[in-house]
Every structure is written in C-alpha cells, then in structure tokens.
C-alpha cells in the first residue's frame, strides 16, 4: 500500500509541471560531486537568445532566457535526476488573443517555471528501466520521440535489442509546448497551434515495443546518461564522432515496431506498425529506411522515411556530415492522412514541419573544424513538396569559446503559399554551463 501511495504521488507532482525538451544546453556535461568522491552531482546553466524576424509585413525582435539547475543522485545501479528550470521570454509584437474563423491563440506566461527531467533508472543487466518524467523515441524510427511520464525498458539479449515504452502526454510537458518550445516567439502563420496532444494528462497515451536485429553482434547493452545524451542530440555542433566507424556488412540492422495510441482524446485507437532497416552501402554510405502502416478506420495511411548520410573524415582533422531525408506518405483511404501523435520530426528551425506536412525533403551540410575555438558550420534546406509548398533554408554557424560556453547564431529565409511574401530570421544563442 505505501508503494502504491509513493507512485500516486510522484505522478501528480510531476502531471502539473511543465516540461522542457527541445531546450538545447551544455548542462549534462558541467555536472561535478558536490565533494570530493560524492554520489550526489549539481550543475547549472544560463542560457540567453537574441533574435529578430522581418517581412513586408512585419518586423519582430524577441528573446529566450532560461536558469538551468540540475541535480543527480547515483546509488549502485540506481539513478535519480531532476532539472528545474525559470524561463523568460518577449517579443515586440504580441499576437491577438482571438484569431478570426480560428478562435484563441493562447501564448505562455513571460515568466514561469519549468522541469526538463524527473525520473528515475536503474541499471540491468544488458539493459536499463527509467520511470518518471523523460524523452523516449524508438531507436531507427521517427514514430515516437516526445517527453512522456512512464515508463522505459531497453534490454539486449544477444544479437536481440528489446525495446518497451509506455507513456501518456499531455500539453504541459509535450516536447514542442510552451516552456522549450518556439512557437511563441517564431509563429509566422495566421492559423493558431494544432496539435493532437490533449490538454489532460491521461487522455492521450500510447503503449509499443520494437525489436531489433543486428547481425553478428553480441553486446552488453551501455548505460545511457539520458542528461547529457539528450542534451548531444540537440546541440547543432556536436553532431560528429571524432572517429568514423568503418562498415563491414550490408545490413547493419533489422528492426520490426509495433505501437498503439489510444485514450479519451483520439477519437478512436491508432495503430503503427512496419518494418526499420539500416543498410552500409558502397562509397560509406549509410541508409536508415523506415516503413510504418497507419491504422485508423477510415485513415489508412503507408508513411515511408529514407534518410542517406555520408561522413567525410580529413587528414586534417575535419569533419564533414552530408544528410539527404525523405519524408512521405501514401493514403490508402481516399484523402487520408498520415498524423502519429508522438512523431516529433520538427523538420526546420522555424516552421518545424511535423509529420501532418509531409510530403518532405531536407538536405543538410555539416562541418566541424578541429581548430581555436572549434568552429561549426551548417547549411540545411527543407521543401514541403505538397499542400503549401513551405521552405527554409537555415545557415548555422558556432563557436566554443571554453568548456561548457558555446555562442552560435542562425540565418533563415522562410516561404510558403500561407504567407504573403518571405521572411528572414536571425538568432544568437548563449550557452554557459558552470
């Protein structure tokens, strides 16, 4: 009975916090003992954004701050972290709070408090369990990858990956929501936010397990520090190993996923399921394909990701990444569209066109150079090749000045048919980690 009282209470502190996900920091990184040989790590982080967007028919200046504190506790093979967070933003030109024919468009307070992470894991053996508040996606596959409260099992056995996830979300801690989320400040289109999330925790959750084969291979399954992992993934200049893996076979992996959505907030339940695979293919180049069936009564829908990379590793110490992605979708039933609730592909900087937009197309060129200051460049174009044509075209440039200070700024050109002519966006971003 205690137990069961600990979990109900660790679900409804952690159902009313907001949550940060897309929130890019160096914090993971900058976590130290509070003494000498300690089993307890704290850290902090200030970040700081300036930018401004301009078009014919309008001009816009806004800025991000967000206080970062993070705080984890390793015992044997088990580890809780949390990381609380204030955040403050503003923006010259504040929308309407009614959009005709569209009604509310609601905006986040300009000062509150937020969580980027609550949970607790506990190492296995050749895998690992986390429960609580935390980012999950199935590895190779674009269907889920969302902050959820529930729960995550990643076990190996032998050649055999398992993957379980079980979550619900609900607009207060989604990952492109109002504490990390954009929107605010960037929303260049009339029409107000869609989403398919509801506004109530439990009403929109969704259960899955993918399997995954890889040939050859008899792993231990390594400990992810989901800190500073998920911090990586969104860091736009740490995006290269310092060391190229050379591949030997023609598949790297085979995996087959399986998920269900349901809850009070769809309408009725959704299912996705369909093959991944990994292929090497000649002149090192990799290809990562994804086939998902969408099953809803009357919206049958076949969504195919194809994602080419090529990594280019210089005598002289620089690294360069070509990415070329695809990102389409084939209705089965007559106007039906492909719409997983939890597939947060946010293709762009500004419009974050999700999986609703596809058809896509997005190519990218990364470079990182090994010199003072390791200085990172990228040029990313994406294309909506139906419904209202939008594009952007982003160039990144990033400097690190010391460990845990990194300064980079962005320069976008954004169009699209709801628009009535093109906008240009800049930024600078702040990341201090002490």
């Not at 209470?9 to 900058?30: K, M, P, V, W, Y």
């Not at 997983?340 to 762009?348: C, E, K, T």
Request: charged fraction near 20%; include cysteine.
């Amino acid at each position: 009975m205690k137990n069961k009282l600990l979990i109900f209470t660790f679900f409804l502190i952690i159902q009313n916090i907001s949550i940060a996900r897309d929130c890019r920091s160096e914090l993971g990184a900058a976590l130290k003992p509070i003494y000498s040989n300690a089993p307890v790590y704290w850290g902090m982080e200030l970040s700081t954004t300036y930018g401004e967007m301009h078009s014919n028919s309008f001009d816009r200046i806004y800025n991000n701050q967000h206080l970062f504190f993070g705080l984890e506790i390793n015992i044997g093979k088990n580890r809780l972290y949390l990381e609380p967070a204030l955040k403050y933003w503003d923006r010259s030109d504040p929308p309407p709070s009614i959009i005709n024919n569209v009604g509310p468009y609601p905006m986040p307070k300009r000062r509150h408090f937020g969580m980027r992470e609550l949970f607790f894991s506990r190492n296995l053996n050749n895998g690992n369990l986390t429960f609580g508040l935390q980012s999950m996606e199935f590895s190779g596959s674009s269907i889920l990858d969302e902050k959820v409260i529930g729960i995550n099992i990643d076990k190996t056995f032998s050649s055999i990956d398992l993957e379980i996830n079980v979550g619900t979300v609900s607009t207060d801690f989604a990952r492109m929501e109002d504490f990390c989320g954009t929107r605010h400040v960037y929303r260049i289109i009339k029409r107000g936010p869609f989403s398919l999330i509801s506004d109530k925790t439990g009403e929109t959750n969704f259960t899955g397990l993918k399997l995954t084969w890889t040939p050859g291979s008899q792993k231990s399954k390594d400990i992810i520090n989901k800190s500073e992992d998920e911090f990586d993934e969104f860091d736009e200049f740490s995006e290269f190993s310092d060391v190229e893996v050379k591949k030997k076979k023609f598949i790297n992996n085979i995996g087959f996923l399986m998920m269900r959505e349901f809850g009070k907030g769809f309408e009725e339940n959704k299912i996705y399921i369909g093959p991944t695979i990994s292929l090497s293919l000649p002149f090192s180049i990799e290809l990562n394909n994804e086939l998902i069936y969408q099953y809803i009564s009357k919206d049958q829908n076949l969504a195919y990701i194809g994602k080419l990379n090529r990594n280019f590793n210089w005598n002289s110490g620089t690294l360069t990444q070509l990415s070329l992605n695809y990102f389409g979708s084939f209705g089965i039933n007559a106007g039906s569209r492909f719409y997983p609730a939890f597939s947060s592909l946010y293709i762009g900087e500004v419009m974050r066109l999700d999986a609703m937009d596809m058809s896509l197309i997005q190519f990218s060129v990364n470079q990182k150079i090994p010199t003072i200051f390791h200085p990172s460049i990228k040029i990313s174009y994406m294309q909506q090749t139906e419904l209202n044509h939008t594009s952007e075209l982003d160039l990144q440039v990033g400097l690190q000045l010391f460990n845990g200070f990194k300064i980079w700024g962005i320069y976008g050109i954004i169009n699209s048919d709801e628009l009535d002519d093109k906008v240009d966006m800049m930024k600078i971003e702040v990341r201090w980690a002490f």
